[in-house]
């Protein structure tokens, strides 16, 4: 049906689809449609971002030895998150982009026992050991945050908020970016922080 | 760090695999610190200049740090990731502590991420401000100091740190303690240069240029291996390649560019770095201001130039209300509707004749009860903080839907499919009898109003502009001049006998026009579908949208037929109810679709432009190219009108190409903040607006006043405005 629809409205969905294409591999700008990316995510599941247009999408990228990482894992703050936004309709891939023989580097079935061990709630966890989807987004450090309106375009890129340190105890009082942004989207209004400087571990590519 | 040790074995212990734990094996075995709880990457020392404070003086203390060999500490902007070393101090009451001063940092290649650190050894210096009265012999401050340590992992360290610094004896010069180390950290810093520098922005890359003094250039003219270590996070790619040049008296930098737009900073701040032949390491602290908003978009409220409308007077806006109003009567949801109410008028009977200027006027009441209730809604939600502007009803999926089923509804009544038999809905240009013709005459004043305001017609943006800056009494009144312009060519027909007898006698080709005019009512209906569907941005509920449609002809179809006996006509009565049903769901559901903010460009308008945002805009403003901005929406006729027309023609797209025109595209097809304001500043409340904003005079540095094109756009009209500039 949806095919038949598409084809329906000519020109429109063709418009929005090359738009879709047209993603280059510069550093991705807000605004502008995110870079698509395809991958099997660790239960095995295939994941086209182009899929995923007319949902909100946030990208996690995530390395379980980080100790960034492990601030927001051990004090439940990511957790509750994924929580939040899930329940709420929204698609959360966790992707963890560290190269073969590098922290955090995992495979399949290990990133699964970290995902229940931890209690997380990514809708998709996608294993990027060649580093791809990382280069599409210039990704820098674990976490790195950004979230992709329902149109598929870059709504927000950076930080997950604004205590850029390793402490569990800073979580309390911080401006969580992502929560924001993606509250801005439900009503229906710009992101108001659309890019932070994203703070934590360099990605091991 | 302990919390890292529990967690790492907790996980080793619970995933059971294989953790790299270098912790031991990658440690120096001097290391004095190889403790729990104790850092053991990094052993830090707090070390004071003197041996003594001076009250009302500032007092510098030394932040002196060895790392293990392999591992780093990071810069003030550590680069793409890591953390910079922090100090947090508890001091006593009136005292206070600077920001430390960084020493310049080295690079430290990652991948392909680049950071900014210190290896082996880094002293970081900071002041206190010692009040002016200081009581006892000394004062004790403690430090909390916290960084991050990395080689191919990172480890955040923190350490605390206790000083007790003696206040000076009367007549007591303090004696410096430490005094190789301070200098050795002051020679460290980056030096600070009176550089005139100047940044430009051309899509991927920032180019810096300096001027310098003669010296300075010989100097660098022999360097080698210069590098800028920019201080701001986000704006260029650390580990891109620098191109760096001396020319002439000017020193270029050319930086690849990150994502950050360059209005967030009021300066572009850094240091530079090269090896002097001699093979010493120089290092200066450089900074760029930013040319924030141009003066002519500073300016915006008062730079419209005289190719624009704008109402300098109230009855000058009026007028332009008046006339725009005229002209929405040939907008094509809205003619057929009047066409139908005008040659109604032919077909009066001489006895309703004496009725017609009753109709007049009850039709143009309906208008302006219609306009005057939309304009007061928009006047109060604005009041209300709500960023919105004219069409905001078109901004909502409901409205659009209904609207859709509205004219749909019309278009079968006036492809004779169905005849309304009495009441509320007349037939449109059907036996307008005096009995039941005033209630639809009404009615058909407010339907040509609802379906005239998605497009703010020519010479109506300005007036319209100019009306919501005014009290509310005065806004009303341009907006009711409004309204009376689109009601005027009835009206004229229903006042002045003489204009009816110039139509044409009525005849048989009255139902053929009539069936016609069908036609564009159902070219609107697919026009508004498609703004639906971009609206809801979900081909399900543009599907049960469609779907409304084939019901509400299929209850129409049910309700013509209805047998005359049982069970049949009780089954169709329940089909019809369950259609209607169905359908006011559809209409509900839409409702609950989440229209969400444009950011990008959601329907194509047919040549190459980028999606406006403040940011990519204030960007390019910054930048030298000439700028093209076209607000548009989807539901906005005038608009497609000039894209199809204007813009997207040859001759126009090879001038853009040809002056490297920056295009933005706003799309307001949704409610967009952003847009709104922009829409705001420069004296628009509704889309379509198109200003051009010419490049920048290299000489001067400045950019001329934007422009504000007119509403309907030809090839001439763009050149014209691109040539004046």
């Known amino acids: 049906m949806k095919t038949l629809l598409a084809l329906a409205l000519g020109t429109f969905t063709f418009c929005a689809s090359t738009l879709a294409f047209a993603a280059t591999t510069k550093t991705p700008t807000i605004g502008q449609p995110a870079p698509q990316f395809e991958a099997t995510d660790t239960q095995g599941i ?7 247009k007319g949902k909100t999408v946030v990208l996690e990228w995530t ?31 966790s992707i963890v982009s560290s190269a073969k023989g590098k922290e955090g580097n995992v495979t399949p079935q290990e990133a699964n026992a970290i995902t229940s061990a931890e209690k997380a709630h990514p809708t998709y966890k996608i294993l990027d050991a060649s580093g791809d989807i990382g280069h599409l987004y210039s990704t820098k450090t674990t976490p790195h945050m950004f979230v992709i309106d329902k149109m598929g375009n870059l709504a927000y890129a950076g930080a997950i908020d604004d205590k850029a340190d390793a402490d569990q105890k800073s979580v309390t009082g911080a401006k969580n970016y992502i929560q924001a942004a993606l509250q801005d989207l439900k009503d229906g209004k710009p992101v108001a922080t659309p890019q932070t400087n994203p703070y934590g571990c360099g990605v091991k590519y | 760090m302990t919390f890292k040790n529990i967690s790492l074995l907790c996980s080793c212990l619970i ?22 709880g104790v850092p053991r990457y990094v052993e830090t020392k707090l070390i004071p200049e003197f041996d003594s404070a001076v009250a009302g ?19 003030k902007n550590p680069g793409d990731s890591g953390e910079a070393t922090s100090i947090e101090w508890t001091l006593p009451k009136g005292w206070k502590a600077d920001t430390i001063s960084f020493p310049t940092p080295i690079q430290l290649p990652s991948g392909p991420l680049m950071n900014y650190g210190y290896g082996h050894h880094v002293t970081l210096l900071t002041s206190l401000h010692v009040p002016d009265n200081v009581k006892g012999d000394s004062a004790t401050i403690d430090a909390t100091i916290t960084w991050l340590v990395c080689s191919d992992i990172c480890v955040p360290e923190t350490t605390h740190a206790q000083l007790v610094i003696p206040f000076a ?73 620098q191109t760096i040049s001396v020319k002439d008296d000017t020193l270029t930098l050319r930086l690849q560019r990150d994502s950050r737009a360059l209005s967030d900073l009021a300066s572009l701040k850094g240091v530079f770095v090269y090896k002097a032949e001699d093979g010493s390491q120089k290092s200066v602290s450089i900074e760029v201001p930013i040319m924030g908003k141009s003066p002519a978009v500073a300016s915006a ?38 066409s139908m109410k005008a040659l109604s008028l032919i077909k009066m009977s001489e006895r309703e004749q004496k009725h017609a200027r009753l109709h007049g006027i009850i039709y143009t009441a309906g208008i302006q009860i219609c306009f005057l209730g939309i304009a007061g809604l928009l006047i109060a939600l604005q009041a209300a903080g709500e960023k919105i502007g004219w069409g905001f009803q078109l901004q909502h999926p409901t409205v659009v839907l209904l609207l859709a089923y509205l004219l749909f509804m019309m278009g079968l009544n006036l492809s004779g499919f169905f005849e309304f038999k009495s009441g509320f809905l007349s037939n449109i240009g059907h036996k307008m009898t005096m009995k039941h013709g005033y209630v639809g005459t009404f009615f058909t004043g407010m339907l040509a109003t609802i379906v005239a305001t998605p497009c703010t017609a020519p010479f109506m943006g300005a007036a319209m502009g100019y009306a919501l800056t005014q009290p509310a009494a005065l806004s009303l009144s341009v907006f009711a001049a409004l309204g009376f312009g689109l009601a005027a060519p009835y009206l004229l027909l229903c006042f002045v006998p003489t204009l009816r007898t110039a139509l044409p006698k009525p005849g048989a080709w009255m139902e053929v026009f009539r069936q016609f005019m069908a036609f564009p009512l159902y070219a609107s209906v697919a026009w508004l579908l498609w703004v639906y569907a971009i609206l809801v941005m979900d081909n399900n509920a543009l599907f049960l949208g469609l779907v409304g449609i084939i019901l509400i002809a299929f209850t129409v179809w049910m309700a013509r037929h209805t047998p005359r006996r049982q069970p049949w006509k009780t089954i169709i009565h329940a089909l019809s109810i369950t259609a209607v049903f169905f359908t006011l769901t559809i209409v509900i559901l839409s409702g609950f679709e989440n229209p969400s903010d444009t950011n990008g460009t959601a329907h194509d308008v047919g040549f190459p432009s980028m999606p406006f945002t403040t940011e990519s805009f204030d960007a390019a403003l910054a930048g030298n190219e000439p700028i093209f901005v076209d607000m548009t929406a989807a539901w906005c006729i005038t608009c497609k009108v000039n894209e199809k027309v204007a813009l997207s023609s040859d ?67 763009i050149a014209d405005a691109i040539a004046t500039q």
């Open chain 1, 63 to 93: 390395n379980n030895e980080c100790p960034f990482v492990r601030k927001h894992y051990d004090s439940n703050n990511m957790q509750t998150l994924q929580q939040e936004a899930t329940a709420d309709g929204v698609v959360w891939i």
């Open chain 2, 301 to 338: 409220d008062t730079s419209i130039s005289p190719t624009s409308e704008t109402p300098t007077t109230f009855f000058q806006a009026l007028f332009l209300a008046f006339f725009g109003g005229i002209i929405l009567n040939l907008m094509p949801c809205v003619f057929p509707v009047l």
């Open chain 2, 57 to 75: 003086q500032p007092f510098t203390i030394a932040i002196d740090q060895t790392m293990v060999d392999g591992w780093h500490t990071y810069w």
């Open chain 2, 651 to 717: 001759a126009t797209q090879k001038l853009f190409a040809a002056k490297n025109m920056q295009v933005f595209v706003g799309d307001w097809t949704n409610k967009n903040a952003a847009i709104t304001e922009f829409l705001r500043n420069h004296g628009r409340i509704g889309v379509p607006l198109y200003i051009y904003i010419g490049p920048r005079d290299l000489a001067s540095g400045l950019r001329p006043e934007a422009i504000t094109l007119p509403q309907l756009l030809t090839n001439g009209i």
């Open chain 2, 15 to 36: 995933l059971g695999f294989t953790c790299a734990y270098p912790a031991k094996a990658q440690m120096s075995p001097e290391d004095p610190s190889a403790k729990d």
């Open chain 1, 46 to 52: 295939q994941v086209k971002l182009s899929d995923l």
């Open chain 2, 169 to 241: 004896k009367n007549g007591m010069e303090p004696q410096a303690v430490n005094a190789p180390l301070f200098d050795a950290a002051r020679k460290a810093l980056p030096e600070n240069v009176a550089w005139q520098g100047l940044i430009e922005e051309e899509d991927q890359n920032i180019t810096l240029n300096f001027k310098t003094d003669p010296e300075t250039v010989a100097a660098l003219e022999k360097a080698k291996d210069m590098y800028f270590y920019a201080a701001d996070w986000g704006i260029i790619l650390y580990a891109a390649p």
